[in-house]
């Protein structure tokens, strides 16, 4: 029997890497009309971000539940106290407004904040996370997710990392525990198939 951390950084290489690694690499290689800037997949990107940030952070919060999304994105993005992100730009005022995206996209599909605007873009010219909107109030920015998916890509990196070297079974039952919560089948074997995806572990109707 495979012992805790073997099964974990299994269900990181077939979930994670195979899932949402693969998706986002192929929607990070969707580039924006350069006159409408649409058609780039921007949000989608950053849904699947946010939706993974939200993930992790629920699987190594031991209080948390799967209804507190915000507590569980700021989780992962300070998990103790340090981050896996490599800028540390990820203050309160910044957090909260990624948890405020999140809620936007999820629910509505495009992010808005209650009295003002919530742009959301991709931008590899410009290196900053919040680009403030040319001919409008200071306040009013855009998110650029060409830096938050590489700054993402960066942070599962050194999560992968995090997990290869850490020793402690406990950690990783509490991961295992967790994971049955959200009834995944820990188990993953990717397969091509005609079937739509579906949430791994979850039956499939037979005929």
Excluded: W
Aim: with cysteine.
């Amino acid at each position: 029997m495979a012992s805790n951390k073997q099964v974990i950084l299994d269900f990181y290489q077939n979930f994670i890497e195979g899932f949402i690694i693969g998706d986002l690499e192929v929607l990070d290689s969707i580039k924006p009309d350069t006159i409408s800037g649409l058609k780039g997949c921007a949000i989608p990107t950053a849904m699947t971000i946010i939706s993974t940030i939200e993930l992790l952070g629920f699987l190594l919060n031991k209080g948390s539940s799967t209804s507190d999304s915000s507590a569980n994105i700021k989780f992962f993005l300070h998990y103790n106290g340090n981050s896996f992100f490599p800028h540390n730009y990820f203050t309160g005022d910044v957090e909260e407004k990624i948890c405020n995206y999140r809620q936007g996209m999820m629910h509505h599909f495009f992010p808005k904040f209650k009295g003002g605007v919530a742009g959301i873009c991709k931008n590899d010219n410009d290196e900053n996370l919040f680009i403030t909107i040319r001919g409008r109030e200071p306040n009013e920015e855009s998110l650029n997710v060409s830096i938050l998916t590489r700054d993402f890509f960066e942070a599962l990196n050194r999560f992968k990392v995090y997990l290869e070297e850490e020793q402690d079974d406990n950690f990783f039952n509490s991961i295992k525990i967790r994971l049955k919560d959200l009834e995944y089948n820990i188990e993953i074997y990717p397969q091509t198939t005609s079937c739509t995806t579906i949430c791994p572990g979850t039956p499939q109707n037979r005929n």
